[in-house]
């Protein structure tokens, strides 16, 4: 005769293999759909680039000393590529500039937000999702149009007299990281307002009560507490700043590459398919260490705060 406990555990496994049967099929998918293109990337990135494009089905690891290093043409030997190092720095500053200046104009943003009466933040945060509604190529274009040689700024200063000739903003690293901040700025202010929708400004209110000052009161009160926040929206906007591909495209002419310019190069007019693909995992392995980061301190902070 079996027992209370071993029939309720015979229950509990027979339903844990009813789960795995119900989600294997969406498992499956997500297997094939996601798994499975970044397997014949990482294979690719292993075998030799083929004379026009494709790989030749032979062992090689070329493709990944060429991310860092390039072979000189006559003596074959190693040197670091300054080029690709150039792009990946230029990637990763960008992408932590427009991550910072996102931060600078999301936070105000979000408290404004948080701080309406509940009749009117939605309407604000409206106003917020409203460029989600335009292609991202047509919001490129439109800031190329304001920050080009004839453009709406240019224009103004010259018709203000503060400037004689145009300023030169258009195809330079500042463009690139002006269109990012403008695509990427509601990624920021959104996870930024669900946290302090949740603050109790009744702590604000004690904080002023105890003569603390402003920065005193967003350092120690406010700061901290949507931390989770910050961090969220953060690696919303470092992600796909990092791998953004039409505003270095539109906004830095060709001239100044990111990461996602150089292995659309080496799939294209390059036809260096391993290195395309060695690059490609490159970039995912970032965006690993950058969410690995995020969920060690969210995990820390939801431990600290019980």
């Given at each position: 005769?079996?027992?209370?406990?071993?029939?309720?555990?015979?229950?509990?496994?027979?339903?844990?293999?009813?789960?795995?049967?119900?989600?294997?099929?969406?498992?499956?998918?997500?297997?094939?759909?996601?798994?499975?293109?970044?397997?014949?990337?990482?294979?690719?990135?292993?075998l030799?680039?083929?004379?026009?494009?494709?790989?030749?089905?032979?062992?090689?690891?070329?493709?990944?000393?060429?991310?860092?290093?390039?072979?000189?043409?006559?003596?074959?030997?190693?040197?670091?590529?300054?080029?690709?190092?150039?792009?990946?720095?230029?990637s990763?500053?960008?992408?932590?500039?427009?991550?910072?200046?996102?931060?600078?104009?999301?936070?105000?943003?979000?408290?404004?937000?948080?701080?309406?009466?509940?009749?009117?933040?939605?309407?604000?945060?409206?106003?917020?999702?409203?460029?989600?509604?335009?292609?991202?190529?047509?919001r490129?274009?439109?800031?190329?149009?304001?920050?080009?040689?004839?453009?709406?700024?240019?224009?103004?200063?010259?018709?203000?007299?503060?400037?004689?000739?145009?300023i030169?903003?258009?195809?330079?690293?500042?463009?690139?990281?002006?269109?990012?901040?403008?695509?990427?700025?509601?990624?920021?202010?959104?996870?930024?307002?669900?946290?302090?929708?949740?603050?109790?400004?009744?702590?604000v209110?004690?904080?002023?009560?105890?003569?603390?000052?402003?920065?005193?009161?967003?350092?120690?009160?406010?700061?901290?507490?949507?931390?989770?926040?910050?961090?969220?929206?953060?690696?919303?906007v470092?992600?796909?700043?990092?791998?953004?591909?039409?505003?270095?495209?539109?906004?830095?002419?060709?001239k100044?590459?990111?990461?996602?310019?150089?292995?659309?190069?080496?799939?294209?007019?390059?036809?260096?398919?391993?290195l395309?693909?060695?690059?490609?995992?490159?970039?995912?392995?970032?965006?690993?260490?950058?969410?690995?980061?995020?969920?060690?301190n969210?995990?820390?902070?939801?431990?600290?705060?019980?």
């Amino acid at each position: 005769m079996a027992t209370a406990a071993e029939v309720e555990k015979l229950n509990e496994s027979r339903d844990v293999r009813k789960r795995w049967l119900l989600s294997a099929p969406a498992l499956t998918i997500i297997f094939l759909a996601a798994s499975g293109p970044l397997l014949i990337v990482l294979i690719y990135s292993f075998l030799t680039p083929g004379p026009y494009g494709d790989v030749v089905w032979k062992f090689s690891t070329e493709g990944w000393v060429s991310v860092l290093l390039e072979r000189d043409i006559f003596d074959d030997t190693l040197a670091f590529a300054s080029a690709h190092l150039t792009i990946f720095w230029r990637s990763l500053k960008l992408a932590l500039m427009a991550t910072v200046a996102t931060l600078i104009f999301g936070f105000p943003t979000a408290y404004f937000i948080a701080t309406r009466s509940e009749r009117t933040r939605d309407i604000w945060l409206f106003l917020i999702t409203i460029p989600f509604w335009t292609n991202l190529l047509i919001r490129t274009f439109a800031v190329l149009q304001v920050i080009r040689n004839e453009g709406i700024v240019n224009t103004a200063l010259i018709n203000l007299g503060i400037i004689d000739q145009p300023i030169q903003m258009l195809y330079t690293d500042f463009a690139i990281m002006v269109g990012m901040v403008y695509v990427y700025l509601p990624l920021m202010v959104l996870p930024l307002y669900a946290s302090m929708e949740k603050l109790d400004f009744r702590l604000v209110e004690a904080g002023y009560d105890l003569y603390a000052t402003r920065w005193q009161v967003l350092r120690r009160i406010i700061f901290p507490m949507v931390k989770p926040g910050v961090i969220a929206g953060s690696i919303l906007v470092f992600i796909p700043a990092i791998g953004a591909y039409v505003t270095p495209s539109v906004l830095g002419g060709g001239k100044n590459m990111m990461f996602a310019n150089l292995i659309e190069l080496q799939f294209g007019q390059g036809r260096n398919w391993p290195l395309g693909a060695a690059l490609s995992i490159t970039v995912m392995a970032i965006v690993m260490v950058a969410l690995l980061v995020y969920v060690r301190n969210t995990s820390g902070s939801d431990a600290r705060h019980g």
